[in-house]
Protein backbone atom coordinates (compact mmCIF):
# COMPACT_ATOMS: atom_id res chain seq x y z
CA UNK A 1 0.00 0.00 0.00
CA UNK A 2 2.82 2.35 0.76
CA UNK A 3 4.11 1.63 -2.63
CA UNK A 4 0.96 2.29 -4.72
CA UNK A 5 0.69 5.48 -2.28
CA UNK A 6 4.32 6.61 -3.15
CA UNK A 7 3.74 6.22 -6.85
CA UNK A 8 0.65 8.49 -6.41
CA UNK A 9 2.48 11.25 -4.68
CA UNK A 10 5.09 11.08 -7.47
CA UNK A 11 2.92 11.34 -10.32
CA UNK A 12 0.84 13.78 -8.33
CA UNK A 13 3.85 16.02 -7.98
CA UNK A 14 5.11 15.54 -11.30
CA UNK A 15 1.93 16.92 -12.54
CA UNK A 16 2.15 20.20 -10.40
CA UNK A 17 5.43 20.94 -11.30
CA UNK A 18 5.08 20.30 -15.08
CA UNK A 19 1.56 22.65 -14.48
CA UNK A 20 4.05 25.29 -12.25
CA UNK A 21 6.61 25.24 -15.64
CA UNK A 22 3.48 25.75 -17.56
CA UNK A 23 2.99 29.28 -16.21
CA UNK A 24 6.36 30.62 -16.23
CA UNK A 25 10.21 29.21 -15.83
CA UNK A 26 11.56 28.49 -12.67
CA UNK A 27 14.44 27.55 -10.55
CA UNK A 28 14.54 24.46 -8.38
CA UNK A 29 14.60 26.48 -5.16
CA UNK A 30 11.58 28.37 -6.38
CA UNK A 31 10.05 25.36 -7.38
CA UNK A 32 10.51 23.41 -4.11
CA UNK A 33 9.07 27.04 -1.96
CA UNK A 34 6.00 26.26 -4.20
CA UNK A 35 5.22 23.34 -4.12
CA UNK A 36 6.49 22.96 -0.30
CA UNK A 37 8.72 19.73 -1.65
CA UNK A 38 12.32 18.59 -0.36
CA UNK A 39 15.08 19.52 -2.20
CA UNK A 40 15.93 15.65 -2.51
CA UNK A 41 12.32 14.52 -3.62
CA UNK A 42 12.03 17.59 -6.20
CA UNK A 43 15.69 17.01 -7.57
CA UNK A 44 14.64 13.49 -8.27
CA UNK A 45 11.26 14.90 -10.31
CA UNK A 46 13.30 17.35 -12.26
CA UNK A 47 15.94 14.38 -13.43
CA UNK A 48 12.94 12.30 -14.65
CA UNK A 49 11.12 15.01 -16.22
CA UNK A 50 14.31 15.60 -18.06
CA UNK A 51 15.39 12.37 -18.98
CA UNK A 52 11.73 11.69 -20.06
CA UNK A 53 12.16 14.54 -22.62
CA UNK A 54 8.92 16.99 -20.94
CA UNK A 55 11.21 19.81 -19.42
CA UNK A 56 14.63 21.03 -20.03
CA UNK A 57 17.06 23.37 -18.80
CA UNK A 58 16.72 27.25 -19.65
CA UNK A 59 18.59 30.70 -19.52
CA UNK A 60 18.19 32.09 -16.10
CA UNK A 61 15.55 35.23 -15.97
CA UNK A 62 17.42 35.69 -12.43
CA UNK A 63 18.51 39.60 -12.19
CA UNK A 64 20.63 38.93 -9.59
CA UNK A 65 24.00 40.61 -9.97
CA UNK A 66 25.56 38.91 -7.21
CA UNK A 67 29.06 37.07 -7.70
CA UNK A 68 28.19 33.15 -7.80
CA UNK A 69 26.53 30.74 -9.92
CA UNK A 70 23.35 31.39 -11.01
CA UNK A 71 20.38 29.64 -9.93
CA UNK A 72 19.30 26.99 -13.24
CA UNK A 73 15.96 27.52 -14.55
CA UNK A 74 13.70 24.62 -16.13
CA UNK A 75 11.03 25.08 -18.60
CA UNK A 76 8.47 23.05 -20.22
CA UNK A 77 10.29 21.74 -23.34
CA UNK A 78 7.86 22.71 -25.82
CA UNK A 79 8.71 19.96 -28.56
CA UNK A 80 8.42 17.45 -26.57
CA UNK A 81 4.61 17.22 -28.68
CA UNK A 82 2.23 19.43 -30.59
CA UNK A 83 -1.07 20.02 -30.49
CA UNK A 84 -3.66 20.92 -33.40
CA UNK A 85 -7.35 22.69 -32.76
CA UNK A 86 -9.47 23.01 -35.29
CA UNK A 87 -12.12 25.64 -34.66
CA UNK A 88 -15.28 25.12 -36.82
CA UNK A 89 -17.45 28.55 -36.81
CA UNK A 90 -20.21 29.82 -38.79
CA UNK A 91 -18.97 29.73 -42.25
CA UNK A 92 -14.88 29.52 -41.35
CA UNK A 93 -12.40 27.29 -39.90
CA UNK A 94 -9.35 27.70 -38.27
CA UNK A 95 -6.27 25.42 -37.84
CA UNK A 96 -4.01 26.13 -35.29
CA UNK A 97 -0.73 24.02 -34.05
CA UNK A 98 0.39 24.79 -30.50
CA UNK A 99 3.25 23.68 -28.91
CA UNK A 100 3.55 22.21 -25.32
CA UNK A 101 4.01 25.70 -24.12
CA UNK A 102 0.91 26.73 -25.74
CA UNK A 103 2.73 29.00 -28.26
CA UNK A 104 1.19 28.86 -31.72
CA UNK A 105 3.62 27.71 -33.75
CA UNK A 106 0.91 27.65 -37.12
CA UNK A 107 -2.46 29.04 -37.83
CA UNK A 108 -4.69 29.35 -40.90
CA UNK A 109 -8.08 29.97 -41.51
CA UNK A 110 -10.72 28.88 -44.54
CA UNK A 111 -14.16 30.20 -45.42
CA UNK A 112 -16.31 27.37 -45.71
CA UNK A 113 -20.22 27.70 -46.78
CA UNK A 114 -21.18 24.45 -45.94
CA UNK A 115 -20.05 21.65 -42.83
CA UNK A 116 -20.46 18.19 -45.36
CA UNK A 117 -18.67 14.89 -45.44
CA UNK A 118 -16.33 16.21 -48.33
CA UNK A 119 -15.77 19.43 -46.21
CA UNK A 120 -14.37 17.52 -43.47
CA UNK A 121 -12.32 15.64 -45.67
CA UNK A 122 -10.66 18.39 -47.10
CA UNK A 123 -10.11 19.73 -43.00
CA UNK A 124 -8.32 16.33 -42.21
CA UNK A 125 -6.20 16.38 -45.20
CA UNK A 126 -5.31 20.36 -44.17
CA UNK A 127 -4.00 19.05 -41.37
CA UNK A 128 -2.32 15.89 -42.34
CA UNK A 129 -0.36 18.61 -44.75
CA UNK A 130 0.12 21.22 -42.28
CA UNK A 131 1.87 18.22 -39.92
CA UNK A 132 3.99 17.11 -43.09
CA UNK A 133 5.92 20.99 -42.74
CA UNK A 134 9.11 20.57 -42.11
CA UNK A 135 8.87 21.92 -38.24
CA UNK A 136 6.53 19.30 -37.41
CA UNK A 137 8.41 16.06 -38.59
CA UNK A 138 10.18 15.35 -36.12
CA UNK A 139 7.70 16.42 -33.51
CA UNK A 140 5.00 14.02 -32.11
CA UNK A 141 0.93 14.72 -32.57
CA UNK A 142 -0.35 14.32 -29.08
CA UNK A 143 -4.04 15.41 -29.45
CA UNK A 144 -6.76 16.84 -31.46
CA UNK A 145 -9.33 19.22 -30.07
CA UNK A 146 -12.28 19.78 -32.10
CA UNK A 147 -14.16 23.11 -31.60
CA UNK A 148 -17.57 22.87 -32.92
CA UNK A 149 -20.87 25.25 -32.53
CA UNK A 150 -23.80 23.11 -31.11
CA UNK A 151 -24.32 20.72 -28.32
CA UNK A 152 -21.68 17.94 -27.33
CA UNK A 153 -22.91 15.71 -25.53
CA UNK A 154 -20.28 14.83 -22.77
CA UNK A 155 -21.16 11.28 -22.07
CA UNK A 156 -21.04 9.95 -25.67
CA UNK A 157 -19.19 12.77 -27.03
CA UNK A 158 -21.67 13.23 -29.82
CA UNK A 159 -23.07 16.40 -31.55
CA UNK A 160 -26.72 17.36 -31.61
CA UNK A 161 -27.68 17.69 -35.12
CA UNK A 162 -27.46 21.31 -36.25
CA UNK A 163 -28.83 23.35 -39.22
CA UNK A 164 -24.75 24.14 -39.78
CA UNK A 165 -23.86 20.61 -40.63
CA UNK A 166 -24.93 18.38 -43.37
CA UNK A 167 -27.22 15.17 -41.92
CA UNK A 168 -24.45 12.64 -43.15
CA UNK A 169 -22.04 13.75 -40.47
CA UNK A 170 -24.47 12.88 -37.25
CA UNK A 171 -24.44 8.98 -38.97
CA UNK A 172 -21.66 6.88 -36.72
CA UNK A 173 -19.09 6.48 -39.11
CA UNK A 174 -19.25 9.75 -40.73
CA UNK A 175 -19.26 11.83 -37.45
CA UNK A 176 -16.60 14.13 -37.14
CA UNK A 177 -14.59 13.49 -34.58
CA UNK A 178 -14.60 9.88 -35.84
CA UNK A 179 -13.00 11.15 -39.32
CA UNK A 180 -10.24 12.67 -37.65
CA UNK A 181 -9.44 9.71 -35.38
CA UNK A 182 -9.29 7.35 -38.10
CA UNK A 183 -6.77 9.40 -40.04
CA UNK A 184 -4.07 10.12 -36.87
CA UNK A 185 -3.34 8.21 -33.87
CA UNK A 186 -3.51 10.47 -31.31
CA UNK A 187 -6.47 11.18 -29.43
CA UNK A 188 -9.47 13.07 -30.82
CA UNK A 189 -11.72 15.26 -28.54
CA UNK A 190 -14.96 17.44 -29.64
CA UNK A 191 -15.75 20.40 -27.63
CA UNK A 192 -18.96 23.06 -28.06
CA UNK A 193 -17.22 26.18 -28.59
CA UNK A 194 -18.70 28.60 -26.11
CA UNK A 195 -17.51 26.13 -23.21
CA UNK A 196 -13.86 26.51 -24.29
CA UNK A 197 -13.79 29.97 -24.89
CA UNK A 198 -14.75 29.74 -20.95
CA UNK A 199 -11.63 28.02 -20.29
CA UNK A 200 -9.27 30.45 -22.88
CA UNK A 201 -11.18 33.92 -20.44
CA UNK A 202 -10.44 31.20 -16.97
CA UNK A 203 -6.52 31.24 -18.31
CA UNK A 204 -5.68 34.26 -20.08
CA UNK A 205 -8.82 36.63 -20.22
CA UNK A 206 -11.64 38.25 -18.83
CA UNK A 207 -12.53 35.78 -16.14
CA UNK A 208 -8.84 35.06 -15.17
CA UNK A 209 -9.18 34.49 -10.95
CA UNK A 210 -12.48 34.66 -11.12
CA UNK A 211 -14.07 31.93 -8.68
CA UNK A 212 -17.59 32.51 -10.07
CA UNK A 213 -18.50 33.73 -13.54
CA UNK A 214 -20.60 33.51 -16.77
CA UNK A 215 -19.54 33.74 -20.27
CA UNK A 216 -22.65 35.06 -22.84
CA UNK A 217 -22.35 34.46 -26.90
CA UNK A 218 -24.81 36.60 -28.69
CA UNK A 219 -23.99 36.12 -32.43
CA UNK A 220 -26.21 33.94 -34.81
CA UNK A 221 -27.33 32.48 -31.87
CA UNK A 222 -27.06 32.39 -28.00
CA UNK A 223 -25.21 30.38 -25.63
CA UNK A 224 -23.02 30.64 -23.15
CA UNK A 225 -21.03 28.93 -20.27
CA UNK A 226 -21.06 28.84 -16.50
CA UNK A 227 -17.40 29.00 -14.06
CA UNK A 228 -18.70 27.99 -11.02
CA UNK A 229 -16.04 27.18 -7.56
CA UNK A 230 -13.20 27.86 -10.05
CA UNK A 231 -14.11 25.21 -12.65
CA UNK A 232 -16.45 24.74 -15.62
CA UNK A 233 -19.64 23.66 -15.23
CA UNK A 234 -21.12 22.02 -17.71
CA UNK A 235 -24.17 20.19 -16.05
CA UNK A 236 -24.85 16.35 -16.63
CA UNK A 237 -24.96 15.84 -20.14
CA UNK A 238 -22.27 18.57 -21.30
CA UNK A 239 -25.58 21.19 -21.97
CA UNK A 240 -25.05 23.72 -19.15
CA UNK A 241 -25.36 27.49 -20.55
CA UNK A 242 -27.65 27.26 -23.09
CA UNK A 243 -29.35 31.07 -22.16
CA UNK A 244 -30.71 31.42 -25.67
CA UNK A 245 -33.48 28.93 -24.50
CA UNK A 246 -34.00 30.76 -21.85
CA UNK A 247 -38.03 32.36 -21.85
CA UNK A 248 -38.16 36.19 -22.22
CA UNK A 249 -40.99 38.94 -22.32
CA UNK A 250 -40.37 40.75 -25.30
CA UNK A 251 -43.02 42.78 -26.72
CA UNK A 252 -45.73 41.70 -25.10
CA UNK A 253 -45.29 37.76 -25.70
CA UNK A 254 -43.00 35.22 -24.14
CA UNK A 255 -40.28 34.68 -26.63
CA UNK A 256 -36.47 32.38 -26.20
CA UNK A 257 -33.90 34.72 -26.02
CA UNK A 258 -32.62 33.22 -29.19
CA UNK A 259 -35.33 34.38 -31.18
CA UNK A 260 -35.53 37.68 -29.83
CA UNK A 261 -31.52 39.17 -29.11
CA UNK A 262 -29.71 37.03 -31.89
CA UNK A 263 -28.10 38.82 -34.70
CA UNK A 264 -30.15 36.21 -36.71
CA UNK A 265 -33.34 37.30 -35.03
CA UNK A 266 -32.21 40.97 -35.67
CA UNK A 267 -31.78 40.83 -38.82
CA UNK A 268 -34.89 39.29 -39.56
CA UNK A 269 -36.65 41.70 -37.84
CA UNK A 270 -34.47 44.78 -39.21
CA UNK A 271 -34.98 42.83 -43.06
CA UNK A 272 -38.92 42.49 -42.29
CA UNK A 273 -39.33 46.74 -41.79
CA UNK A 274 -36.51 48.17 -44.39
CA UNK A 275 -37.49 44.83 -47.05
CA UNK A 276 -33.91 44.63 -47.87
CA UNK A 277 -31.35 41.48 -46.41
CA UNK A 278 -28.56 43.35 -44.23
CA UNK A 279 -25.58 41.34 -43.41
CA UNK A 280 -24.42 41.70 -40.11
CA UNK A 281 -21.81 44.86 -41.18
CA UNK A 282 -24.61 46.57 -42.41
CA UNK A 283 -27.00 46.02 -39.38
CA UNK A 284 -24.00 47.33 -37.33
CA UNK A 285 -23.65 50.68 -40.15
CA UNK A 286 -27.39 50.78 -39.58
CA UNK A 287 -27.67 50.69 -36.14
CA UNK A 288 -25.32 53.95 -35.92
CA UNK A 289 -27.02 55.84 -38.44
CA UNK A 290 -30.99 54.87 -38.02
CA UNK A 291 -32.31 55.94 -35.01
CA UNK A 292 -35.40 53.21 -34.85
CA UNK A 293 -33.10 50.57 -35.36
CA UNK A 294 -30.63 51.78 -32.42
CA UNK A 295 -33.99 51.68 -30.37
CA UNK A 296 -34.96 47.76 -31.04
CA UNK A 297 -31.54 46.81 -30.85
CA UNK A 298 -31.11 48.09 -27.46
CA UNK A 299 -34.47 47.39 -26.61
CA UNK A 300 -33.06 43.37 -26.70
CA UNK A 301 -30.02 44.43 -25.10
CA UNK A 302 -32.47 45.08 -21.90
CA UNK A 303 -34.11 42.07 -22.55
CA UNK A 304 -30.45 40.58 -22.26
CA UNK A 305 -29.87 42.35 -19.45
CA UNK A 306 -33.01 41.46 -17.33
CA UNK A 307 -32.08 37.38 -18.10
CA UNK A 308 -28.66 38.15 -16.76
CA UNK A 309 -30.12 39.56 -13.55
CA UNK A 310 -32.58 36.34 -13.15
CA UNK A 311 -28.77 34.50 -13.71
CA UNK A 312 -27.02 36.61 -10.92
CA UNK A 313 -29.57 36.17 -8.53
CA UNK A 314 -29.91 32.34 -9.13
CA UNK A 315 -26.18 31.91 -9.50
CA UNK A 316 -24.47 34.50 -7.35
CA UNK A 317 -21.95 34.64 -9.79
CA UNK A 318 -19.82 38.17 -9.49
CA UNK A 319 -18.46 38.46 -13.78
CA UNK A 320 -20.22 38.49 -17.27
CA UNK A 321 -18.35 38.13 -19.92
CA UNK A 322 -19.99 39.22 -23.63
CA UNK A 323 -18.79 37.48 -26.46
CA UNK A 324 -19.61 37.91 -30.49
CA UNK A 325 -20.68 40.69 -32.98
CA UNK A 326 -23.02 42.35 -30.69
CA UNK A 327 -19.80 43.75 -29.22
CA UNK A 328 -19.62 45.41 -32.18
CA UNK A 329 -22.54 47.48 -30.82
CA UNK A 330 -20.36 49.41 -29.02
CA UNK A 331 -20.44 50.91 -25.47
CA UNK A 332 -23.95 52.23 -25.37
CA UNK A 333 -25.34 48.44 -25.98
CA UNK A 334 -23.23 46.97 -23.18
CA UNK A 335 -24.38 49.51 -21.04
CA UNK A 336 -27.71 49.25 -21.44
CA UNK A 337 -26.95 45.22 -20.12
CA UNK A 338 -24.78 46.35 -17.06
CA UNK A 339 -28.14 48.80 -16.16
CA UNK A 340 -30.02 46.08 -15.91
CA UNK A 341 -27.92 43.38 -14.07
CA UNK A 342 -26.89 45.97 -11.79
CA UNK A 343 -30.17 45.84 -10.27
CA UNK A 344 -29.71 42.53 -8.82
CA UNK A 345 -29.19 42.25 -5.40
CA UNK A 346 -25.48 41.17 -5.28
CA UNK A 347 -24.80 42.78 -9.10
CA UNK A 348 -22.05 41.60 -11.33
CA UNK A 349 -18.85 43.21 -13.70
CA UNK A 350 -20.09 43.00 -17.37
CA UNK A 351 -17.79 43.45 -19.42
CA UNK A 352 -16.29 42.67 -23.24
CA UNK A 353 -14.31 39.71 -23.68
CA UNK A 354 -10.81 40.48 -23.62
CA UNK A 355 -9.39 37.32 -26.24
CA UNK A 356 -12.81 37.94 -28.78
CA UNK A 357 -12.93 35.22 -31.50
CA UNK A 358 -9.68 33.57 -30.30
CA UNK A 359 -11.20 32.74 -26.98
CA UNK A 360 -12.29 29.04 -28.24
CA UNK A 361 -9.16 28.68 -29.59
CA UNK A 362 -6.90 29.39 -26.41
CA UNK A 363 -8.92 27.43 -24.35
CA UNK A 364 -8.93 24.29 -26.36
CA UNK A 365 -4.99 24.63 -26.53
CA UNK A 366 -5.14 24.60 -22.63
CA UNK A 367 -7.97 21.84 -22.36
CA UNK A 368 -5.67 19.62 -24.22
CA UNK A 369 -2.52 20.32 -22.46
CA UNK A 370 -3.89 19.89 -19.38
CA UNK A 371 -5.70 16.29 -20.54
CA UNK A 372 -2.13 15.52 -21.67
CA UNK A 373 -0.26 16.12 -18.42
CA UNK A 374 -2.81 14.10 -16.63
CA UNK A 375 -2.72 11.31 -19.34
CA UNK A 376 1.00 10.96 -19.10
CA UNK A 377 1.32 11.63 -15.08
CA UNK A 378 -2.07 9.06 -13.98
Known amino acids: MTGKNQSYARCLNNRLVMRELLKENLSA ?54 IVVVGISDYKVKIVVSDMKKNITYSSETRVERYDIATIYELVLSVKNVLALPQYRDIPLMGIELSVPGRVNKLTGELLLTSQFSADLFVE ?31 EGSLKDIENGVILHVDEGIGGALILGGSLHTGSKGFAGEFGLMHVEFEGKTELL ?9 KNRVNTICGTKLHTAELVQLYEENEFVKR ?6 ACIGKMLKDVVEILDVSAIVLSGRVTEFGAEYLDVIKKEVF ?33 IFH
Open 29 to 82: TMLSHRLNLSNAALSDIIDELKKRGYIRETDSESTCVTPGRRPVYYSVNENFGC
Open 173 to 203: NNAIANLFAKQFSAPVFMTNDINLAAIGEMH
Open 258 to 266: DEVASLRAL
Open 296 to 301: YVLSTA
Open 343 to 375: GSIGGANVVPSSLGGNAPIIGAISKAIEALIDE
